[in-house]
Each structure stands twice: as structure tokens, then as C-alpha cells.
């Protein structure tokens, strides 16, 4: 059954954040557990996120992200069940926010964490299979991100009638039968055996920030 449907959310192309925080939000705090391939923010990037308007979310109740959901699914108790299917962003420094930066930089090293961190957008795509039976596999997970806004946009208007129009019951239990194929592989032979299966672009992920 094709059950899946897209959002009308989108990426929003602007890299950058350029309000520098203010007296009430300095704290001294530097950019601990700074992740440098993904998209979970430090605390020092939250507060420039707050300081920008910007909504944050958390995921797994403690990592958080600026993301939205690009994929959902109503709810199903078992089958081919979405895991999730998200449109992420990481965003630079510009104007006034960067001048503070500087300045920290000049008497705090770890501040260029921040400073050369590489605008990035990212598409995340989980699909898992469960049943009755005890059969649990990951479908396709699919991630693929990039530092060049419409290129990923583009991405984007391909996958969505592609992930839209599968029947992802019957690709699961298909795959099913194909698992003496697939399960002996490790992660990333998996996904790209997948991704032929499916008939889409490999993938792309945990490209590094930093400049």
C-alpha cells in the first residue's frame, strides 16, 4: 500500500545566522560536544538559534536539531512502518554574530568550532518492516547531505515521488525474501545493495562541517 505522504515543508536557503547574542544570553560556555559531522547543536549554538527566531526540536528526548519533517505516514501497528523521515540544517555565521565570534576566537580557540563551520543540508529517510511473524529489518535507511542548498533541493524533488509511490509492504516483504542477499553485509554494503534495489542515488552523509 503506497501510505506515505510529503509535508509542505522546506528547506529554508539562507545559511546563516547574523544576530549576535546579548549580554542576558553570554554565559561563557564553549562548544561542548560540538558535532562535527551531523547536525546536533551545542549549547552555544542554541543560543544563537534562540537569538535568531529560529524553533529547535529534540530527537530521542536529548539531541537537538533544527529539522522538520519531510516524510509522514499515519499511524500503523506493524508492517512497513516509517521511522522517520526529516529535512535537517546547519547553519554559519555572518554579519554581527560572526564579529562576536571573533572576538571569543581571539581569547577562546575553541570558538572557531563555530566560526568554520560550513552551512549544510540534510535528508534523512528510515523505513523499517516488523510483523507478527518476529520479522525486523530496516527497509532503507537513506541519508544524504550536502553544502550547496539547491543541489540538495533538487535531491529533494526527486526522492519525494519516489518515496511517495512505493508500495513499502510489498518492497518489504520482497526484501524479505531476498535476505540471504542482504544480511550477511555490513551497514554500508547493505545500504548500497539497498539503494540499487531500489533504484536510487547512493548515499551521501556525515560530511564534516569545518571548513
Given at each position: 500500500?503506497?501510505?506515505?505522504?510529503?509535508?509542505?515543508?522546506?528547506?529554508?536557503?539562507?545559511?546563516?545566522?547574523?544576530?549576535?547574542?546579548?549580554?542576558?544570553?553570554?554565559?561563557?560556555?564553549?562548544?561542548?560536544?560540538?558535532?562535527?559531522?551531523?547536525?546536533?547543536?551545542?549549547?552555544?549554538?542554541?543560543?544563537?538559534?534562540?537569538?535568531?527566531?529560529?524553533?529547535?526540536?529534540?530527537?530521542?528526548?536529548?539531541?537537538?536539531?533544527?529539522?522538520?519533517?519531510?516524510?509522514?505516514?499515519?499511524?500503523?501497528?506493524?508492517?512497513?512502518?516509517?521511522?522517520?523521515?526529516?529535512?535537517?540544517?546547519?547553519?554559519?555565521?555572518?554579519?554581527?554574530?560572526?564579529?562576536?565570534?571573533?572576538?571569543?576566537?581571539?581569547?577562546?580557540?575553541?570558538?572557531?568550532?563555530?566560526?568554520?563551520?560550513?552551512?549544510?543540508?540534510?535528508?534523512?529517510?528510515?523505513?523499517?518492516?516488523?510483523?507478527?511473524?518476529?520479522?525486523?529489518?530496516?527497509?532503507?535507511?537513506?541519508?544524504?547531505?550536502?553544502?550547496d542548498h539547491d543541489e540538495i533541493n533538487e535531491?529533494?524533488?526527486?526522492?519525494?515521488?519516489?518515496l511517495t509511490s512505493i508500495d513499502w509492504d510489498?518492497?518489504?516483504?520482497?526484501?524479505?525474501?531476498?535476505?540471504?542477499?542482504?544480511?550477511?553485509?555490513?551497514?554500508?554494503?547493505?545500504?548500497?545493495?539497498?539503494?540499487?534495489?531500489?533504484?536510487?542515488?547512493?548515499?551521501?552523509?556525515?560530511?564534516?562541517?569545518?571548513?
Amino acid at each position: 500500500m503506497q501510505d506515505l505522504a510529503t509535508t509542505a515543508h522546506t528547506f529554508n536557503p539562507n545559511p546563516y545566522w547574523d544576530k549576535p547574542l546579548t549580554l542576558k544570553h553570554v554565559t561563557w560556555v564553549t562548544p561542548d560536544l560540538f558535532d562535527q559531522d551531523g547536525y546536533d547543536l551545542c549549547h552555544v549554538e542554541k543560543l544563537y538559534a534562540d537569538r535568531n527566531n529560529v524553533q529547535l526540536h529534540t530527537i530521542r528526548g536529548h539531541r537537538t536539531a533544527l529539522y522538520q519533517d519531510w516524510v509522514v505516514q499515519a499511524y500503523k501497528k506493524q508492517g512497513a512502518v516509517l521511522n522517520h523521515g526529516y529535512l535537517f540544517e546547519r547553519k554559519g555565521y555572518t554579519g554581527e554574530a560572526r564579529k562576536q565570534l571573533e572576538q571569543w576566537a581571539a581569547k577562546e580557540p575553541v570558538f572557531y568550532k563555530m566560526l568554520n563551520i560550513k552551512p549544510k543540508w540534510g535528508l534523512d529517510f528510515s523505513m523499517d518492516y516488523y510483523d507478527s511473524d518476529g520479522n525486523t529489518f530496516e527497509v532503507l535507511h537513506w541519508e544524504y547531505d550536502g553544502f550547496d542548498h539547491d543541489e540538495i533541493n533538487e535531491i529533494k524533488q526527486k526522492m519525494d515521488p519516489i518515496l511517495t509511490s512505493i508500495d513499502w509492504d510489498d518492497a518489504a516483504k520482497q526484501l524479505l525474501k531476498k535476505k540471504d542477499e542482504w544480511y550477511p553485509l555490513d551497514y554500508f554494503e547493505q545500504s548500497d545493495y539497498k539503494c540499487r534495489y531500489f533504484g536510487i542515488i547512493e548515499d551521501r552523509w556525515k560530511m564534516v562541517v569545518w571548513e
